[in-house]
């Protein structure tokens, strides 16, 4: 009765207009919290759940520890995915996965187009491993996705994560004379002195490792990666001078080529330390601004 009394109430001393039902409200997207910062915090195994769900997660995380083995049609290199993303994606500033799955569907300027989580996995299996892409609805791509979203339990839709990609560096010119003796200091003993990988470590050029379209060809993304993960056993023992040195030396190596490069960045956004030249504009120096 009260609902009715005041719904004639408003009528009676309404205009026509006033009392023309309301248009229906704009739908509202789902709150991001954009410019949040969470700590990393990576769930241990205690925590995987039991059942079918466990057991996505725990397939999930095999398979990007053990790509090449698990799934040589689609990576047929020597790198597996945790060559990069670190202690199964849980370390900080070595491009965790923890946080991954609560950004995702996301913009990627790389394609020009917005991305869902497949694509992204996708293209590291295209670029990164050099091999090809993954049925997006298949249940390998499932349980990986499974896996990220596991570890990204807690983390708020749009939020960052501490220590998630890599860490920004002031951009610096590499000197590859400096970089192949350091890298023969440094590295050659668990990469191999012809950077084909050994039984500890992946190849860093050649034929098995990454190709020219993957991230880890620009200068300064290997930079970040060397300096505050490399050496293995001492990350952080080199300066941002000596990572530029061995990354400038690493990107300059051969490695297989990637079809359609040419069609990255379309926007002519492309960062000014790609390695090769795309159709919206062309390479810039690597150690402009």
Not at 118 to 131: T, V
Request: net charge positive.
């Amino acid at each position: 009765m009260l609902a009715a009394s005041l719904i004639g109430c408003r009528r009676a001393g309404s205009s026509d207009a006033a009392s023309a039902p309301a248009a229906p409200a704009a739908p509202v997207a789902p709150t991001k919290a954009v410019g949040l910062v969470v700590p990393l915090r990576a769930p241990n195994d205690s925590e995987i759940p039991s059942g079918a769900l466990g057991t996505s997660v725990r397939r999930g995380r095999a398979l990007l520890a053990a790509t090449r083995d698990s799934l040589p049609a689609f990576a047929p290199g020597k790198l597996r995915c945790v060559s990069c993303h670190l202690d199964e994606g849980r370390r900080a500033n070595a491009s965790p996965f923890v946080g991954v799955y609560a950004r995702y569907p996301n913009y990627n300027a790389r394609s020009g187009h917005p991305y869902t989580i497949q694509d992204r996995i996708n293209d590291c299996f295209r670029r990164s491993l050099n091999g090809r892409a993954l049925p997006a609805d298949g249940s390998d791509m499932r349980d990986m996705v499974v896996y990220f979203a596991w570890l990204s339990h807690g983390v708020p839709v749009g939020a960052a994560v501490e220590g998630q990609g890599l860490p920004k560096l002031t951009p610096l010119a590499g000197d590859t004379a400096s970089g192949r003796a350091l890298f023969g200091e440094q590295c050659a003993r668990c990469h191999g002195a012809d950077g084909a990988g050994t039984a500890v470590a992946p190849p860093l050029w050649g034929r098995a490792s990454f190709n020219i379209g993957a991230g880890m060809s620009r200068l300064r993304t290997a930079a970040a990666f060397i300096r505050y993960n490399m050496p293995f056993d001492r990350p952080g023992s080199l300066t941002d001078q000596q990572a530029f040195d061995v990354a400038a030396f690493v990107t300059s190596r051969p490695r297989p080529d990637f079809a359609g490069k040419e069609n990255d960045w379309p926007n002519g956004d492309a960062p000014p330390d790609v390695a090769y030249r795309t159709r919206a504009a062309p390479r810039k120096s690597a150690g402009s601004q």
